[in-house]
Nanobody, 117 residues
Framework: QVQLVESGGGLVQPGGSLRLSCAAS????????MGWHRQGPGKQRELVAR???????YDADSVKGRFTISRDKAKNTLTLQMTSLKPDGTAGYFC???????????WGQGTQVSVSS
């Protein structure tokens, strides 16, 4: 089992910045992938950014150049630095952990980000 706890969400004006954090505990392996997904009102959950166990990073086109994902394997943490936020960034943001040997995904409870003036 893996437990994920997100933090850092809140209300921010358009153009502002926020930093999300995810603390992972439990059966953690460096080869496993971690990522951030989001789900806006009335929308399906979508991948925002992901970092593989090998350190390869994927960013969704909608956030390229504005969001930066990073992982600290020593501390078992995942962060998402978000800049130039737009109103369509309003969503619940969820930390994801993909465990390769069990082919299983784990999710945090989510943290809300609201982008509004």
């Amino acid at each position: 089992q893996v437990q994920l706890v997100e933090s850092g969400g809140g209300l921010v004006q358009p153009g502002g910045s926020l930093r999300l954090s995810c603390a992972a505990s439990g059966r953690i392996f460096s080869i496993d992938d971690m990522g951030w997904h989001r789900q806006g009102p009335g929308k399906q959950r979508e991948l925002v950014a992901r970092v593989s166990g090998g350190g390869n990073v994927y960013d969704a086109d909608s956030v390229k150049g504005r969001f930066t994902i990073s992982r600290d394997k020593a501390k078992n943490t995942l962060t998402l630095q978000m800049t130039s936020l737009k109103p369509d960034g309003t969503a619940g943001y969820f930390c994801n952990y993909h465990q390769w040997d069990a082919s299983q995904d784990f999710w945090g409870q989510g943290t809300q980000v609201s982008v509004s003036s």
